[in-house]
C-alpha cells in the first residue's frame, strides 16, 4: 500500500484477525467482557472503536502474518525494550505491539481460548481514552495502588484496569504521541500546558474582518506552538473546537454524556470538519500544514453538488480533517486535468468569491468561517451504526437518511442544530442578491441549520470516503432546503 495515492484497500482477513483476537480474548477475561458490554449498551459502539494498541507473543509466524497483512514497523512507536511496535499505514485498525522473551511462559497460559484454532493471542488489550483519570474515576478503580503510569496532560499516560490468568486490560490516553513510554516534562510545561488551553477557548472567534480573524488566529498558534511545539499545539486546538462545537449541538452533549459515563471521552472520533469560504480554505490549511498536517486527497463535486473538499490528516495525533468550499463544475474539470499543480489545487490558493453560493457558501456567510465564528460542522465518531442511532432516537433525536450505506463504510447526521443568524449576515446576503426575500424572512425566525454529530460504521479497515455519498448529503444538508 503507498499511502500517498490514496486508494484506499478493504482488508476483511485483516479485521478478522482483530476480531477473533478480541472475542477470544473477551472469553478469557471477566472484566473485559463487562466493560465490552456496558460499551456496546450505553454508548452505542463497538470496542475495537476504543482500541489503541494489543500485544502479542513476537514470533517469527507472528511477524510474517503481520507483513502479509500490511503491517509495517512503527517508525514512531518507540517501546521499552523487549518490544517492537507495527502500524498499518493503509487502513483504520489499532496498533499492534510485539513482545519478546515472556513469550513461552505467557502462550502456555492461554492455550485455554486460542488451542485448536488461527488466532493469534492477545496478551494486553489498551484502549484509547481522552482522560485516564476521568477513566479511573469512572470506573471506580484504585489509582493510589501505582496501577497508574504518567504524571497529568504528559504525553503518554496508562492504568492497568485488571489483569486475569496472564492477560492484561490497560486504558491509555495520548497527547501528540505515537510510542510506548511514559515521561515526565519539566515543571514549566504544565504552566505553558494550561496557559495555552485557556489562550485557545479564550480566543476571539468573530471578527468584522476575516482576514484579521485568521491574522490572529495564526498568532496565537504560533505563540502556543513556540512554546510547546506543533503536536501539543494541535492537542490543545483540536480539544477546544470539540469542546466548541458540542456546547452547540444537542446530540454532541448527549453522546459525550454517554461516553463519559464509563470515561472514554472523544476518543472515537474519526474526522472533524471545517467548512470555509473560498477565498479563506487556503489559509485553514496553511495553519494546519503548519501543526504537522499533511494533505491528503481531495474531492471534487462541483457538477453534482457545487462542492469540493480538502482531507487532511495528522499521523501523530491521529486527527484527520475535512476542509469544505465551494467549488463549480469548471473548477472541477480544472483540477481534475491540473495533473496536481498549483492551478488545480485549491487547498493552497484563495478563489474569487461568487454571488451563487452553493451548501458551504452560503453556511459559511450565515454562520462565519467553520475555523472562526462558527466552529466545526460536525464531528464523526466511530460507532456502531445501528445502536447509535437506535440510542440518539431513544433521547429524541433522530438521524437523517444514511448517504453511505456500504457493507464497508455507513455514514449519516443526526438532525441538524439550528442556529440563530445575526441580523447583519442576513441583511448582507439580502442587499448582495445571495438569497431571496423568502429565505430571508426564514433565516430571520427561524434560524438556519448549524452543525450535526455523524454517526459512521467503518468495516475491513476502510480509511477512505465515497465522493458520490458526500455528495448527496451536502446538498441534503443546504440551509435553504432543509426541514427537519
Request: aromatic letters at 10%.
Amino acid at each position: 500500500m503507498n499511502p500517498t495515492r490514496f486508494d484506499w484497500k478493504r482488508y476483511p482477513e485483516t479485521e478478522a484477525f482483530f476480531l477473533g483476537g478480541l472475542d477470544a480474548f473477551l472469553k478469557a477475561h471477566q472484566v473485559a467482557a463487562r466493560l465490552e458490554q456496558k460499551i456496546r449498551e450505553h454508548t452505542g459502539t463497538r470496542l475495537i472503536n476504543w482500541v489503541d494498541h494489543v500485544v502479542l507473543p513476537d514470533s517469527g509466524p507472528t511477524r510474517t502474518r503481520l507483513a502479509q497483512m500490511g503491517f509495517i514497523p512503527n517508525p514512531l512507536g518507540e517501546t521499552p525494550p523487549g518490544r517492537i511496535a507495527f502500524l498499518h499505514a493503509g487502513a483504520i485498525f489499532p496498533n499492534v505491539v510485539l513482545q519478546g522473551g515472556i513469550r513461552l511462559r505467557r502462550t502456555a497460559e492461554l492455550t485455554t481460548y486460542t488451542k485448536g484454532s488461527s488466532v493469534e493471542p492477545i496478551l494486553e488489550l489498551a484502549l484509547k481514552v481522552e482522560s485516564v483519570a476521568d477513566f479511573v474515576a469512572r470506573q471506580g478503580l484504585d489509582s493510589a495502588s501505582g496501577g497508574l503510569e504518567g504524571p497529568p496532560k504528559s504525553r503518554y499516560r496508562r492504568v492497568l484496569v485488571a489483569g486475569e490468568g496472564g492477560l492484561s486490560l490497560l486504558a491509555v490516553e495520548r497527547r501528540a504521541y505515537r510510542g510506548y513510554l511514559c515521561e515526565t516534562p519539566p515543571p514549566a510545561y504544565y504552566q505553558e500546558y494550561l496557559r495555552a488551553e485557556e489562550l485557545w477557548r479564550t480566543r476571539p472567534r468573530r471578527f468584522d474582518d476575516t482576514v484579521e480573524g485568521f491574522g490572529k488566529t495564526k498568532e496565537i498558534l504560533e505563540d502556543i506552538s513556540a512554546r510547546l511545539g506543533k503536536g501539543l499545539a494541535a492537542c490543545v486546538l483540536f480539544e477546544g473546537e470539540r469542546r466548541y462545537w458540542q456546547e452547540r449541538n444537542r446530540a454532541a452533549r448527549l453522546q459525550k454524556e454517554r461516553q463519559d459515563s464509563l470515561g472514554l471521552g472523544w476518543a472515537n472520533h474519526d474526522h472533524h470538519t471545517f467548512r470555509c469560504s473560498r477565498r479563506h480554505l487556503h489559509d485553514l490549511v496553511r495553519l494546519l500544514e503548519g501543526l504537522g498536517f499533511q494533505c491528503r486527497e481531495r474531492f471534487y463535486a462541483g457538477e453534482e453538488a457545487g462542492w469540493g473538499a480538502q482531507v487532511m490528516e495528522n499521523h501523530l495525533l491521529g486527527i484527520t480533517v475535512f476542509a469544505d468550499l465551494d467549488l463549480s463544475p469548471e473548477e472541477t474539470e480544472e483540477a481534475s486535468t491540473s495533473g496536481g499543480l498549483p492551478s488545480g489545487d485549491f487547498a493552497h490558493r484563495p478563489l474569487p468569491t461568487r454571488k451563487d453560493l452553493g451548501t458551504v457558501g452560503l453556511w459559511v456567510e450565515l454562520h462565519g468561517e467553520g475555523f472562526l465564528e462558527a466552529g466545526m460542522h460536525h464531528l464523526a465518531i466511530r460507532a456502531d451504526f445501528d445502536a447509535l442511532r437506535r440510542g440518539m432516537a431513544q433521547e429524541g433525536i433522530q438521524t437523517m437518511k444514511p448517504f453511505s450505506d456500504f457493507p464497508f463504510l455507513r455514514q449519516a447526521f443526526t438532525q441538524g442544530e439550528q442556529w440563530e443568524v445575526r441580523s447583519d449576515r442576513i441583511d448582507q446576503l439580502l442587499s448582495l442578491g445571495s438569497i431571496n426575500q423568502e429565505q430571508y424572512q426564514k433565516f430571520s425566525s427561524q434560524g438556519a441549520l448549524g452543525s450535526h454529530l455523524e454517526d459512521i460504521e467503518r468495516r475491513e479497515g476502510f480509511k477512505g470516503f465515497n465522493q458520490r455519498s458526500v455528495s448527496a448529503i451536502i446538498q441534503a444538508t443546504d440551509p435553504r432546503a432543509y426541514h427537519h
